[in-house]
């Protein structure tokens, strides 16, 4: 029988735990819980005392990302599950997605309705990542930045090196295993209101949702990306050429710039597909 690791990201998320660590306990009583202490200064240590839960601490705040890691690297499960340490996901769906596990898969994702999403800007930006990594995988994405998932621990260990140390680690993982050809299950889930405050900042994570659409397409298969970037430059001199040939009689500048960023970027999204492919590359 496979053991089951729990792993819990947690920055001061002492009022949240207090609540979800015993219905986790309660759920799944013979699993392997460790909450991953991300620089905490509030009672986060004392509350897993308290229910009698692992707790790997940090004297600095590392990023959700680097906690994931270590959490990752100090299981002992063949089975890992990631949970929030904010109580939106219920430990009562951990069996669920541990049933779909068990029909062939190598991931299974919660995957969120729009009712669970954090405002409407999230998401509306989770739809959009979503919508492009469909597109990219040929495979349905349901909720591609979802934290609530469950893996086979060696699987998802052939990708630690990949993981950002930031919030982006749910995507990095989803598209590393297609990119692997490891089967990705989704199972529907209502996340709960948080507990206490978000971390997420409006500006900074703006700048990091638009670096994660840049990171689907180089994670799985850059070419995807940039050949269609790349016919629109052309396109686009094409187009400038031919009226500036009907009205001026003669070749501009912004024609031959607008064919010279198509070839680059052509040959860019080239280097970085073959990059991507080293990336994957395991040594037998």
């Known amino acids: 029988m496979n053991r089951l690791s729990i792993i819990l990201p947690a920055k001061n998320e002492a009022p ?4 979800l660590l015993p219905r ?5 009583p013979e699993a392997e819980i460790i909450v991953v202490d991300d620089g905490s200064i509030d009672d ?3 509350v897993c005392k308290g229910s009698g839960v692992e707790c790997l601490s940090s004297p600095y705040s590392m990023g959700n990302g680097a906690a994931i890691k270590r959490g990752a690297r100090a299981a002992t499960g063949d089975i890992l599950v990631f949970m929030d340490g904010d109580g939106q996901h219920d430990p009562a769906d951990v069996a669920r997605l541990l049933d779909q596990l068990n029909r062939g898969y190598d991931m299974v ?6 009712g669970s999403q954090a405002g409407v ?3 509306l930006a989770n739809t959009l990542y979503n919508w492009l990594a469909t597109r990219m995988t040929g495979h349905p994405v349901l909720d591609l930045t979802s934290g609530f998932r469950a893996v086979r621990a060696d699987k998802f260990r052939e ?13 990095t993982s989803t598209m590393a295993f297609f990119r692997s050809a490891y089967p990705v299950a989704y199972v529907p889930i209502k996340a709960a209101q948080r507990i206490g405050k978000s971390h997420i900042k409006p500006l900074r994570d703006g700048v990091r949702f638009l670096l994660i659409i840049f990171k689907i397409a180089t994670l799985y298969s850059p070419l995807k990306l940039f050949v269609p970037a790349s016919v629109v430059f052309f396109l686009m001199g094409c187009v400038n050429y ?9 070749l501009t500048n912004m024609s031959t710039l607008l064919w010279s960023a198509a070839v ?10 073959q990059i991507t492919a080293l990336t994957y590359r395991r040594d037998q």
């Open 242 to 250: 031919a009226w500036t040939f009907i009205h001026e009689g003669r």
């Open 16 to 19: 949240a735990l207090a609540v």
């Open 159 to 171: 990708f630690l090196h990949l993981l950002p140390n930031g919030f982006s680690y749910p995507t």
């Open 24 to 28: 986790l306990r309660a759920a799944q």
């Open 44 to 46: 986060t240590r004392s």
């Open 264 to 273: 680059i970027v052509f040959l860019i999204g080239l280097v970085s597909e």
């Open 109 to 114: 994702v919660g995957a969120r309705d729009w």
């Open 121 to 123: 800007g999230r998401g």
